[in-house]
């Protein structure tokens, strides 16, 4: 039997009226339309597809949204003031840099991104990449939830899939999605969102030996590379869930990091690219930046 196809479009727009029902309460207790502002500097084409269809969803749910697009030969002094500017702004809720920042093989002046990160506000971070949010994340104690593994999350919930006690494959370690991803499942109880948590967790990147071998131990098994369709059918347990997290551009076509028809005869419940986890990643970015604009409008 095929595997179930998890619907992250649909639950992720589930989640994005239940953000939009929240923004008008807000709004109409007095308080401004929460902002997020998007700084894009250069051109990446998974950045394009999240820009686009973020200012969309924005829209959607009374929340506002500026994009400040900034050529890929912008300096880091540039960008550090960008950000300077959106942390002392106070109609901004919420603010995003886009990420990868382009490398010097793409025009770009090598920017290092971990210092433009350290200097977003940690109220105003509402991809949770601030040493502070990332640390709150590692106590189980979250302040923003990263909004990638955060929307995996709620799709694991919202379908009914137990992680209690099921061994979790994560392929890739970023700080955006297989490191949080990681550690969000291995976390006692649920600190991190809702009752999804203790897994049994293995973190699986370029340089583990035997990755076909270890992928096929996984109940779960969530694909975070960026290499279309790397992980074939002999790499999944029969049975197991597959969670496709790649956003690859492939002769004008978004592919994932899931060779899909294959796998979908092996598996038991697998995510579409399009239409599966990044729909949820944006829902999450809302549902992040509505709770920035409660935070600095309680004056935490
Ligand atoms: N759907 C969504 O909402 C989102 C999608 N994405 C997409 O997800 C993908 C991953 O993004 P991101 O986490 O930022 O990527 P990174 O490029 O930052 O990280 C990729 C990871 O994959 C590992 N890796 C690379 N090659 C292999 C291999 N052959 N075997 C095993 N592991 C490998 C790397 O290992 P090492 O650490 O050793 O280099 C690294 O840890 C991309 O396609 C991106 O566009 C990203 C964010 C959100
Ligand atoms: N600071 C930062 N935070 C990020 O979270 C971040 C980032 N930088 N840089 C780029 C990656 C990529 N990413 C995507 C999110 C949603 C879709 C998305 O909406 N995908 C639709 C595409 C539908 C379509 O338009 O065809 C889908 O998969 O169905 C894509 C890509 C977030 N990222």
Redesign the pocket.
């Known amino acids: 039997m095929p595997a179930t196809r998890l619907d992250g479009k649909k639950i992720a727009s589930e989640i994005r009226s239940e953000v939009a029902a929240d923004v008008e309460t807000f709004v109409s207790g007095g308080n401004h339309p929460p902002q997020l502002a998007a700084v894009l500097v250069g051109e990446d084409p998974?950045s394009q597809v999240?820009v686009r269809n973020k200012e969309r969803a924005c829209a959607k749910a009374g929340i506002a949204s500026r994009l400040d697009r900034m050529p890929a030969a912008t300096t880091q002094a540039e960008l550090l003031a960008k950000v300077a500017e959106l942390n002392s702004d106070p109609a901004v809720s919420g603010i995003l840099v886009q990420?990868?920042l382009p490398s010097k093989a793409n025009g770009g002046t090598g920017i290092d991104e971990r210092a433009v990160l350290d200097a977003i506000d940690p109220i105003k971070d509402v991809d949770a990449f601030s040493p502070v949010n990332v640390g709150l994340l590692m106590q189980g104690r979250p302040r923003f939830l990263p909004?990638?593994p955060h929307?995996i999350v709620q799709l694991l919930h919202r379908t009914g899939i137990e992680t209690s006690g099921k061994h979790v494959v994560v392929?890739?370690?970023?700080?955006?999605?297989?490191k949080p991803m990681a550690m969000m499942l291995a976390q006692k109880d649920s600190t991190c969102g809702p009752a999804v948590a203790n897994a049994t967790v293995t973190i699986?990147?370029?340089?583990?030996s035997n990755?076909t071998e270890i992928c096929r131990q996984a109940d779960i098994l969530i694909a975070?590379?960026?290499?279309p369709e790397?992980i074939t059918a002999d790499m999944i347990q029969p049975g197991a869930v597959v969670i496709d997290?790649?956003?690859?551009r492939v002769e004008d076509k978004l592919v994932g990091?899931v060779a899909f028809d294959e796998a979908e005869a092996v598996a038991s419940a697998i995510t579409p690219?399009p239409g599966?986890?990044?729909p949820?990643?944006?829902a999450m970015l809302l549902h992040n930046t509505l709770m920035a604009a409660k935070m600095q409008a309680a004056g935490k």
């Open positions: 998974a999240y990420l990868p909004c990638t929307g392929v890739g370690r970023s700080d955006i999605v297989g699986a990147h370029s340089r583990t990755l975070a590379v960026g290499r790397m997290v790649g956003i690859n990091d690219v599966g986890v990044g949820l990643t944006i």
